[in-house]
């Protein structure tokens, strides 16, 4: 079975965020082998990856990167020659995530309604359901 992951780099998040793209960005992805040596080697020559979230799919890697297209925004890594060809790096709004997380409590029938603090993990739940459905 594959697992699907996203993984965050925080030295990527801060070029992304000097150019002008968003600090919230993400490798998303599909990994049929172990994880940890995927990681370890990098993407769009960074190695500080960590893993934020993952979860076992029966779903190939091009069907993932479909589904999340159609729906967030990929950075073309033509376009910025320091993905190196990364693909499935994403640009999410925060705002995406927090209207996310405010229908889900709302479906749940929570009735109180905190301010959202957003973190990596609660973008990376967003990505990977998001994914899958």
């Known amino acids: 079975?594959?697992?699907?992951?996203?993984?965050?780099?925080?030295k990527l998040s801060k070029w992304a965020s000097d150019v002008g793209l968003s600090k919230n960005i993400y490798k998303v992805g599909v990994a049929e082998e172990a994880l940890k040596p995927l990681v370890a080697a990098g993407w769009a020559g960074e190695?500080?990856?960590?893993?934020?979230?993952?979860?076992?799919?029966?779903?190939?890697?091009?069907?993932?990167?479909?589904?999340?297209?159609?729906?967030?925004?990929m950075i073309d890594p033509n376009f910025y020659p320091k993905l190196k060809g990364a693909r499935g790096v994403f640009k999410v709004p925060?705002?995406?995530?927090?209207?996310?997380?405010?229908?889900?409590?709302?479906?749940?029938?929570?009735?109180?309604?905190?301010?959202?603090?957003?973190?990596?993990?609660?973008?990376?739940?967003?990505?990977?359901?998001?994914?899958l459905h």
Not at 1 to 10: K, N
Not at 47 to 66: L, M, P
Not at 101 to 106: K, L, S, T
């Open 47 to 73: 190695t500080d990856w960590i893993v934020v979230k993952k979860q076992e799919v029966d779903i190939g890697e091009d069907e993932v990167i479909a589904r999340l297209a159609a729906k967030e925004k």
């Open 94 to 131: 925060p705002a995406h995530v927090e209207d996310h997380i405010v229908v889900n409590r709302a479906m749940a029938g929570e009735q109180s309604i905190d301010p959202v603090k957003l973190k990596p993990a609660d973008f990376a739940s967003y990505l990977i359901h998001n994914a």
């Open 1 to 10: 079975m594959a697992t699907l992951y996203v993984a965050r780099s925080s």
